[in-house]
């Protein structure tokens, strides 16, 4: 860790007078507009002039509408939404966006630059539309979007393997997607919220109870896949995600790549930001995001002051919720800092609104600092509410807990709507994403201890462009921000942005454009304290044009970059369309994961059942057990008679050692249906109350005699 234990007066200072600057703003109001101030800062120090020479306003540049602050040109980010709104519009209604790249002759502003162009679109109507599709122009580097060679080879050949796994969420999909990277191969699924057949999850007993004990829910909404860390790296062993939609978080064991634990989070829904207390794994956070009444029991159903949003702490072992802190607003995405004190998480909200409007009003937000041994003393002090059985520390900023030298949450006021956060991998800055407003926050984590206002942690405020969404790392010192409006990923320098002026594009050393509107982006290990700093994909939520059609829903575009060479600059190598939809990832090298090749049945709690140890057994009138193996091409028995009525339970294991020698046991009209990797045990229940034969069959083309593999399931009438 290379912060410095005493925050330097030097940065203080600097932001010292940088607020005031932006204090003397005639229209500024206070602390709000401050931290908001970037359009303000322009204005006072001339370059909001410089620049709007270039566009169509000059002088009123600073002119503020009721929307909010002037962003571009007398325009707010109110205008600039609706433009951008508008561009989706067109695109999905049918307009053909091969004719929207071919530039119209009655367009004048084509000779000038990228961001000339961002401006003057924004203060001519007509141009607007295309405000958020920025690539239809060539850009000063010319025009890459048809994947131009990047410098070096990053092709994998057939047979041969990638240099990272990368872990990506499915969104609404319930599920994590693993591929190879730089090759960008799909390798594997692990449903985990939902049921899925080719696995079998939510099919045998063992993920059934799972996905019941989670909250019996049929999907999730998967957004922020992390692996755990060891010594602020990865240590391979689990993977944990949110899901935004139920509330809930997932485990995944990465030795076998399978879901084995789901935690349904009490006094919260949507369970969004999800990362971990570093640098050890000691706790996971959810993020709860919407605000609801603690508990949500009927109470308070239409009294918004009283819902609250929650920090939930997760035990990694037990999976089992140590606490909770309730706080202001809303919170959005979290982040752990690297030495194991402070946990953050951005907000939106702070109006405590309930609709789209009340929520986007005022002009700041929070990023909230989380005191992690603070939280644990007042735990133990039995400074608490219990909630739903869970302890609730009050984090609000009134909470009695928040007074004193050591409050337990301390507000950091950033522009509008902070979305993403993320920690430097030296540990030392937390960056937050203004996603309402062009700039990202910086935020001086060891000061945060120190200073008696929250605010003076803020040490730098570059802009950054359009709609900063998600901030990644390559460990050289660069931030590579997302800007969903601008359509770009845009390379900025940290240290430099803690030099700069607030409000300052100096910072910014390149920017690409994506294809079509980030969110998140990634890149290899940048959660952890040490980056590769090669690869970096950005998921892109539209992609518009560029792939062949597939009906009105459209892949999403998740686009590789290579960033090893920053003479080179970014450098896109391949477009990969994504179902829908992946939020966040995490890029984790090979040798850092260990999967097993077969199932070590000392890890399943279910008995192996060996070839000659097969039975049948009746239990009572109504009840059947049957221990079986399956190999290839047979099961134990060849088939299998119970009573109308029965309850059968069938235990089988796969008893080949041979590493991919899958089988599986589907039964047809039972919803029957699980898959048997070798030396896997799984276990079914179901009742045999329709009369007749049934084919059991294995699903997994296993061999030769594969159709072969089948099992008489008679099932004989009552009478
Ligand atoms: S969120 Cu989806 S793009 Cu859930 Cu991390 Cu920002
Ligand atoms: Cu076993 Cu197919």
Not at 243 to 254: E, F, I, P, S, Y
Not at 325 to 343: A, S
Not at 362 to 389: C, H, L, N, T
């Amino acid at each position: 860790m290379t912060t410095d234990p005493n925050p330097s007066d030097e940065r203080t200072a600097r932001t010292d007078e940088q607020r005031d600057e932006q204090s003397t703003d005639a229209n500024g109001a206070g602390a709000a507009e401050a931290a908001n101030g970037v359009g303000a800062a322009e204005a006072a120090d001339g370059a909001g002039a410089a620049e709007a020479a270039n566009g169509a306003e000059a002088a009123d540049g600073a002119e503020r509408s009721d929307d909010g602050p002037e962003i571009v040109d007398g325009r707010t980010i109110e205008h600039l939404l609706t433009d951008h709104e508008r561009d989706i519009a067109a695109t999905a209604e049918g307009t053909d966006a091969t004719a929207a790249k071919r530039p119209s002759l009655d367009l004048p502003r084509l000779e000038l630059g990228r961001r000339d162009f961002m401006k003057a679109g924004a203060a001519v109507g007509a141009m607007s539309g295309l405000a958020g599709c920025t690539s239809i122009l060539a850009d000063d580097e010319g025009d890459d979007s048809g994947g131009a060679a990047a410098s070096g080879d990053h092709s994998v050949a057939p047979g041969e393997h990638d240099e990272y796994y990368g872990f990506l969420s499915g969104g609404h999909t319930g599920e994590i997607r693993v591929v190879g990277i730089p090759s960008m191969r799909e390798l594997m699924r692990i449903p985990v919220f939902q049921t899925e057949s080719a696995r079998g999850f939510g099919h045998d007993a063992k993920s059934s109870a799972i996905l019941e004990e989670g909250g019996g829910y049929t999907w999730g909404d998967t957004h922020h896949p992390r692996v755990s860390q060891t010594d602020n790296d990865y240590d391979g062993r689990w993977l944990f995600v949110n899901d935004k939609a139920n509330g809930r978080m997932a485990r995944v064991d990465l030795k076998y790549f399978e879901t084995d634990a789901i935690t349904n989070v009490p006094n919260s829904q949507a369970v969004h930001g999800a990362c971990m207390q570093l640098p050890d794994t000691q706790l996971v956070f959810g993020v709860g995001e919407f605000r609801v009444p603690m508990p949500n029991d009927g109470r308070d159903v239409d009294d918004p002051d009283a819902y609250g949003s929650v920090l939930t702490a997760i035990d990694p072992e037990t999976m089992d919720v140590e606490w909770q802190v309730e706080v202001d607003g809303n919170m959005d995405n979290g982040d752990g800092g690297k030495e194991g004190r402070w946990f953050f998480a951005t907000g939106y909200n702070s109006e405590e609104g309930v609709t789209e409007g009340e929520m986007a009003r005022s002009d700041r937000d929070y990023v909230k600092a989380f005191d992690i041994p603070a939280i644990w003393d007042a735990v133990e002090a039995g400074e608490y509410e219990e909630i739903s059985g869970v302890p609730v520390v009050d984090g609000t900023m009134e909470s009695s807990l928040n007074e004193g030298d050591r409050p337990i949450v301390r507000y950091v006021a950033t522009p509008k709507s902070p979305h993403g956060v993320s920690v430097t991998p030296n540990g030392d800055y937390a960056i937050a994403s203004g996603k309402l407003d062009p700039s990202c926050t910086v935020i001086d984590v060891e000061a945060i201890a120190e200073v008696d206002d929250p605010q003076d942690a803020i040490v730098g405020q570059p802009r950054i462009g359009m709609g900063p969404l998600h901030t990644a790392y390559d460990g050289r010192g660069h931030a590579y921000t997302t800007t969903f409006i601008d359509s770009e990923v845009v390379k900025w320098d940290y240290e430099a942005a803690v030099e700069a002026e607030a409000g300052s594009e100096e910072p910014v050393v390149d920017r690409h454009d994506v294809h079509y509107n980030p969110g998140h982006l990634i890149a290899s290990e940048s959660y952890t304290a040490s980056p590769q700093g090669d690869y970096l994909i950005s998921l892109n939520k539209l992609s518009k044009d560029r792939f062949l059609p597939v009906g009105p829903i459209h892949p999403e575009n998740d686009q590789l970059f290579h960033i090893g060479d920053d003479d080179a600059g970014l450098e896109l190598i391949k477009d990969k369309p994504s179902y829908p939809e992946p939020h966040d990832a995490s890029i984790v090298h090979k040798d850092k994961i260990e999967p097993a090749k077969t199932w070590d049945p000392a890890d399943y709690e279910l008995d192996y059942v060996a070839e000659g140890e097969e039975s049948i057994e009746r239990i009572d009138d109504s009840t059947v057990e049957i221990e079986m193996w399956a190999r290839r091409n047979q099961y134990a028995f060849p088939d299998v008679t119970v009573q109308e009525g029965d309850e059968v339970t069938i235990r089988i294991s796969n008893v080949e050692t041979t590493s991919d020698v899958i089988h599986s046991i589907a039964i047809p009209e039972y919803d029957v249906n699980l898959a048997l990797a070798p030396q896997d045990t799984r276990e079914v229940t179901f009742t045999a109350d329709q009369p007749g034969v049934y084919w059991a069959y294995c699903a997994y083309f296993c061999s030769a005699l594969h159709l072969e593999m089948r099992s008489r399931i008679l099932v004989e009438p009552q009478d």
